[in-house]
């Protein structure tokens, strides 16, 4: 039976805790809030390229470009995205564990797998256990900005033009609402043609420069702007995840801080029910 | 009378930047810079880093870009640029900064250096400063 003292000093520590648990989910929500801010500034631009490059497919035979070319897969890319901090519940360890999980898979079929790792705890998961990572992109969600999205397309569209690999998957967190977030696996190269969006009403453009240059940069911007989906979608999902975590935990430290009040109260009881039976055995023994 | 106006939308990454009606508008076109008035007929064309600029009763305002495409349609002109700046918004010493770094790293040619790369962000910071100086 821990003494009241003990007792007392366990109460302050967990409500130490508890605070630091409510400030970080304080952090968490307004970071939340305003990841999910960018992912409605980024629609706009999202949807007008889409509909533009539907368009544009609407009016192309047959499009070719090095980026659309699939090939069978003898080598593979998978871009693991997390994040640069823990204490967000599952956020990184399902990230590492699908990540980890196809690229076993992927080895077993004879496939060779390159690993772009994004996100501080992701990169030092597989540094320390001796993957081979090829690239890393580190520390940029604190301030995360569109310049990002492009130097990481870049470096995969030139690793996939030049037949380095053969598809480029992305692991990654979807965030669908402020409670789930799943991870999920898109490809991004090679780039899945989009249907046509052909509508009645829509003539050909004129085109400065030709038709199928046009079609090439568009594509780049289509790349750039998936990619900037992505880390915007993972990074919302990271806060979201982090607010659920230290939601929970603030909620635990309050039950501790409950039991041990209890205990607390009780261990009281005792030694003031002890000094009674004292004082009172040894008014019994001065009587007597 | 006053002369006629059309629906022009500019939309980057991170936001919707201008959305109005206007009397034209000028952008760095790869072929060259071009001006669309209204009644244009659809049109695409591919931008490079250089300067847009937009009309609006005897106003003009400047954008710097680093390039993008702008899409004609009956219903209006749509721009779409990865990176873009009112003029007025422009931080000078930071673009002189850029411009610096890209200079010296151009100069100093070390070994791994991505030429296309530095020449492009020399490219980009020099034409910031240009269009800065317009404001």
């Known amino acids: 039976m821990p003494t009241l003292r003990e007792i007392r000093r366990r109460i302050t520590s967990v409500e130490n805790i508890q605070q630091v648990t409510n400030a970080m989910y304080m952090v968490a929500a307004a970071k939340f809030r305003k990841a999910q801010a960018n992912i409605l500034a980024a629609r706009p631009y999202a949807e007008k390229l889409d509909a533009l490059l539907g368009h544009l497919v609407s009016q192309l035979n047959n499009p070719t470009h090095p980026l659309l070319d699939v090939r069978e897969p003898q ?43 994004v996100g501080r705890r992701v990169r030092d998961f597989f540094a320390k256990r001796q993957y081979n990572i090829d690239r890393e992109y580190v520390g940029f969600f604190r301030e995360l900005s569109f310049q990002h999205a492009l130097d990481m397309t870049q470096e995969l569209s030139a690793v996939y033009a030049d037949k380095q690999v053969d598809r480029v998957e992305v692991v990654h967190n979807n965030f669908k609402s402020a409670i789930t977030q799943t991870v999920v696996v898109s490809q991004l190269l090679p780039i899945i043609p989009r249907a046509p969006v052909g509508d009645a ?50 909620k635990n430290a309050g039950e501790l801080i409950d039991e041990l009040i209890r205990q607390r109260n009780r261990a009281r009881q005792t030694v003031i029910t002890t000094e009674i039976l004292e004082i009172v055995s040894g008014a019994a023994a001065l009587e007597g | 009378m006053l002369e006629k106006r059309f629906k022009l939308e500019i939309v980057t990454p991170g936001r919707v930047m201008y959305e109005d009606e206007v009397e034209s508008v000028r952008a760095p076109g790869v072929q060259g810079s071009f001006e669309v008035l209204i009644e244009h007929i659809p049109f695409l064309a591919l931008l490079e880093t250089g300067e ?39 931080d000078v010493d930071r673009a002189e900064q850029a411009r610096a770094r890209a200079r010296q790293r151009l100069s100093e040619r070390p070994p791994n250096l991505d030429v296309e790369r530095a020449e492009a962000a ?11 100086g317009q404001r």
């Not at chain 1, 998978?78 to 076993?104: H, K």
């Not at chain 1, 594509?219 to 979608?233: G, I, S």
């Not at chain 2, 020399?122 to 800065?132: D, P, V």
Request: hydrophobic share 45%.
């Open chain 1, 75 to 117: 080598r593979l890319c998978i871009v693991s995205i997390g994040a640069d901090r823990g204490l967000c519940g599952t956020f990184n360890s399902n990230v590492i564990r699908e990540t980890s999980q196809r690229i076993a898979q992927y080895e077993e079929q004879g496939i060779d797998v390159t690993l772009f790792c």
């Open chain 1, 201 to 250: 009403l829509f003539l050909d453009y004129l085109y400065e420069p030709q038709q199928n240059e046009i079609f090439e940069s568009l594509l780049e911007l289509h790349l750039n702007r998936q990619m900037w989906t992505l880390l915007l979608d993972s990074d919302a999902a990271e806060q979201a995840a982090r607010m659920t975590a230290m939601d929970n935990a603030s």
């Open chain 2, 52 to 90: 847009v600029s937009l009309r609006k009763s005897d106003t003009r305002r400047f954008i710097a870009t680093s390039g993008g495409v702008l899409e004609v349609l009956r219903t209006g002109v749509t721009l779409l640029l990865e990176a873009a700046e009112w003029a007025e918004d422009i």
């Open chain 2, 122 to 132: 020399l490219k980009r910071a020099s034409n910031r400063l240009r269009i800065a």
